[in-house]
């Protein structure tokens, strides 16, 4: 008999680990949306392409850093924070600042907003934008020749980063998973 409740007891206590950790889950991937929902809307970026980048740069842990001196959510270098503090008009600013959620998903969202107007005339802004983002203006140079200058799926066919193909492809991913988060408002 005492076995019995034993077992039930361990189920029930299961159970409840499962629905917390389930729990802690969703508060880490959500804890940062309200930031990331007015980053992208001053700069005009899809939210759920926000999350997406966050996801996939620090798992939403906001005081990581990169080998390359990037950090926070959005992994921002020190060059694009400067950018941004200087179209923004920001004084003062030091590259450490944006180890704060709010200033980081700004920092990125207008980064994002950028790469995504320097590509406005392919048939998909978005995964010439997510290169750029991940690999930088000079090796996007070498990607754009013949049709991937303007065609997306012929721009990933000649990618001969592996891993810059990858970030790609899992961002793009991710970002159809936060639809739930982000919705898309038809106006």
């Not at 880490?28 to 980048?53: F, P, W």
């Not at 924070?81 to 700004?106: C, M, Q, R, V, Y």
């Amino acid at each position: 008999m005492h076995r019995r409740w034993y077992f039930i007891v361990a189920v029930v206590l299961l159970i409840d680990l499962i629905g917390v950790a389930i729990w802690l889950r969703w508060q880490r991937d959500h804890r940062y949306d309200d930031h990331i929902r007015h980053a992208a809307e001053k700069y005009g970026v899809d939210a759920a392409l926000v999350k997406a980048v966050v996801w996939r740069e620090s798992r939403f842990k906001p005081a990581v850093r990169g080998k390359a001196g990037e950090i926070g959510l959005m992994q921002i270098r020190e060059l694009a924070a400067n950018e941004w503090a200087t179209a923004e008009k920001i004084p003062n600013f030091h590259h450490e600042h944006i180890l704060d959620p709010g200033s980081n998903t700004l920092v990125g969202a207008w980064y994002l907003a950028k790469m995504l107007k320097r590509y406005r005339q392919t048939d998909d802004p978005v995964p010439f934008a997510l290169a750029d983002y991940n690999a930088g203006r000079t090796k996007m140079l070498d990607w754009l020749e013949d049709a991937a200058k303007t065609n997306s799926a012929a721009f990933l066919e000649r990618m001969d980063y592996p891993g810059t193909k990858d970030y790609v492809t899992h961002i793009m991913n991710a970002r159809e998973r936060f639809r739930r988060d982000f919705p898309v408002i038809a106006r």
